[in-house]
């Protein structure tokens, strides 16, 4: 279970790797869905500038066959009365012209930076595409590297759980759901070096016997003793 345990802490390591390289490429995905969006963003404001230009053109329209109307009624004008009331519908209608042109004008100023502003933003876009490209082409080498890596260690993985009772391991699988890489501790100063308590007398020759898996009184991790190298005399 010692074994098993260094094993999955070896496969447990490659994740800030996996995770490093997932949040490269999820950035350079978010750099480019950030300028696409505002790409829509202001490719709609065009489109809602020009349909208000379209308005306007419109009304400029209605408003000439109208103006046409007023000059032909105030030549038909009889009296002085007819002619100011003539005169006045005109002075309105022309007011209405220039300020639809006026609109039109600002209209078109207004499309002509965003227009800019879409053409630099589609160069960044070309360029975050390139970069987002790399990115997902570079994450498969790394994670092509990174399972390879994982290979020798899932096939030692294989062979001590192939030498364990299905309890045993169920047991483990267990621990190692709410402890983790802690699951299987050492045990040193008679102390459980997971939760840094110190273990009784009783459980702490239980085993030096080592003839059960012994886990740690307050706990519950599994626990060890590491075996100590004797010191070669000179």
């Not at 279970?1 to 790797?17: H, I, R, T, Y």
């Not at 042109?101 to 595409?129: A, C, G, P, T, Y």
């Not at 299905?166 to 459980?192: D, H, M, P």
């Not at 273990?199 to 016997?209: A, E, T």
């Amino acid at each position: 279970m010692v074994e098993l345990s260094k094993v999955d802490q070896n496969l447990d390591s490659f994740k800030p790797q996996i995770d490093e390289i997932t949040k490269r490429v999820e950035d350079a995905k978010a750099r480019l869905d950030n300028s696409l969006a505002k790409k829509d963003e202001i490719s709609s404001f065009i489109e809602e500038n020009r349909v208000k230009i379209a308005s306007y053109e419109e009304k400029i329209e209605e408003t000439k066959k109208e103006l046409e109307h007023i000059l032909k009624k105030n030549a038909k004008a009889k009296n002085e009365k007819e002619v100011t009331a003539a005169s006045s519908e005109e002075l309105i209608a022309r007011d209405r012209l220039k300020f639809a042109n006026e609109e039109i004008d600002r209209l078109n100023q207004i499309i002509d930076v965003k227009e800019q502003e879409l053409k630099e933003l589609q160069e960044e876009i070309d360029k975050l595409e390139q970069e987002y490209k790399e990115a997902q082409e570079k994450s498969a080498v790394d994670f092509a590297k990174i399972d390879e890596q994982k290979q020798e260690f899932i096939k030692q993985r294989e062979e001590i759980t192939k030498g364990m009772g299905q309890k045993i391991l169920s047991f483990y699988e267990r621990i190692r759901a709410w402890a983790g890489n802690t699951a299987v501790v050492k045990v040193e100063n008679q102390a459980c070096y997971g939760c840094y308590m110190k273990i009784s007398d009783k459980v702490y020759s239980d085993l030096i016997l080592d003839d059960d898996i012994v886990t740690c009184p307050h706990c519950g991790r599994v626990l060890y003793l590491e075996e100590k190298k004797e010191e070669v005399e000179a």
